[in-house]
């Protein structure tokens, strides 16, 4: 058997991150979850294993483009997967790295599954 990718999953809403870690362990991922973003930046280096950060953009304490910056000041390698509910957001420029890829809310989950699976092949 294979080793588990571990992903870590950053979502203040509490149903979706459910949801979400759910299918992403179901398509054979091991996954960290964190609520919030000081959370996650916890957790990113705990387990500097983790090759994908999937995390909202929009969240209390340190919001996804914070996050994003902090783990890839430590992890340079780290892929990271942003979700949105707020399409009007101009993109910082740091969000024009082939590694970085958003997902605009309401998504299905399957998509973010497939986007994880391509982006940790």
Do not use: W
Not at 97 to 120: G, R, W
Request: hydrophobic fraction near 50%.
């Amino acid at each position: 058997m294979t080793a588990k990718t571990p992903i870590l999953v950053a979502e203040d809403e509490a149903m979706l991150r459910v949801l979400a870690v759910e299918m992403l362990e179901d398509a054979g991922f091991q996954v960290f979850e964190a609520g919030d973003g000081v959370e996650a930046l916890e957790l990113l280096k705990a387990n500097p294993q983790i090759a994908l950060l999937v995390s909202d953009i929009k969240m209390p304490r340190m919001d996804g483009y914070a996050l994003v910056t902090a783990g890839l000041e430590f992890k340079p390698d780290l892929k990271v997967l942003l979700m949105t509910g707020y399409s009007q957001d101009p993109p910082p420029h740091f969000l024009k790295a082939p590694d970085i890829q958003i997902l605009h809310k309401p998504f299905n989950l399957e998509k973010l599954c497939s986007a994880a699976l391509e982006m940790t092949a």
